[in-house]
T-cell receptor, first 113, second 115 residues
Framework: DAKTTQPNSMESNEEEPVHLPCNHS???????IHWYRQLPSQGPEYVIH???SNVNNRMASLAIAEDRKSSTLILHRATLRDAAVYYC??????????????FGKGTKLSVIP | GAGVSQTPSNKVTEKGKYVELRCDPI?????LYWYRQSLGQGPEFLIY????????DSGLPNDRFFAVRPEGSVSTLKIQRTERGDSAVYLC?????????????FGPGTRLTVL
């Protein structure tokens, strides 16, 4: 299975940028990098995804290393609502007709007011 | 618009009993997924439906677990002879088309407790 490595936890001050790292040294050329987050007592929520180029959307930015073996999720201004577990996922074609999401333990982000 | 809904939100049952968990996906989404999340862990894939058929059931832990989606919308996850180890939050997700890289939309989950 394609695997990712993330820090167990991180802290950020409110209204400051947050850089959440992810290592995926075994990534293959067709694996997409996805980020989801899970707020307390809720189901996961899609954040962003990319293949090779950096990506921006209204929630965050995704910076992908040139060799694709690591990536960083960037929250430009952390708010208290951003406190969640952030999952970095390699979306791999399962061979059974689906692109499964294989979640790890993620990074628990705490935001300090 | 309406998101993915799951019922019940909480289910407490006794060891050995049968339970059914229901998922209502977003209207028009052809792909539906079931995941299970134990305390402190990330969600674990169970089964994926594309339309009415189970395209990938490789995550089901054993034959006590079964899921159906007879009309290609609502899905039911069925667990027979429940065990204490089945206690977890069961999450359902849907996406526009499972064969493409579409985002998955998750429901709030059903918390199953087996006593």
């Amino acid at each position: 299975d394609a695997k990712t490595t993330q820090p167990n936890s991180m802290e950020s001050n409110e209204e400051e940028p947050v850089h959440l790292p992810c290592n995926h040294s075994t990534i293959s050329g067709t694996d997409y990098i996805h980020w989801y987050r899970q707020l307390p007592s809720q189901g996961p929520e899609y954040v962003i995804h990319g293949l090779t180029s950096n990506v921006n959307n209204r929630m965050a930015s995704l910076a992908i290393a040139e060799d694709r073996k690591s990536s960083t999720l960037i929250l430009h201004r952390a708010t208290l609502r951003d406190a969640a577990v952030y999952y970095c996922i390699l979306r791999v074609y399962s061979g059974a007709g689906s692109y499964q999401l294989t979640f790890g333990k993620g990074t628990k982000l705490s935001v300090i007011p | 618009g309406a998101g993915v809904s799951q019922t019940p939100s909480n289910k407490v049952t006794e060891k050995g009993k049968y339970v059914e968990l229901r998922c209502d996906p977003i209207s028009g989404h052809t792909a539906l997924y079931w995941y299970r999340q134990s305390l402190g862990q990330g969600p674990e894939f169970l089964i994926y439906f594309q339309g009415t058929g189970a395209a990938d059931d490789s995550g089901l832990p054993n034959d006590r677990f079964f899921a159906v989606r007879p009309e290609g919308s609502v899905s039911t996850l069925k667990i027979q002879r429940t065990e204490r180890g089945d206690s977890a939050v069961y999450l359902c997700a849907s996406s526009l088309n499972g064969r493409l890289i579409n985002e998955q939309f998750f429901g709030p989950g059903t918390r199953l407790t087996v006593l």
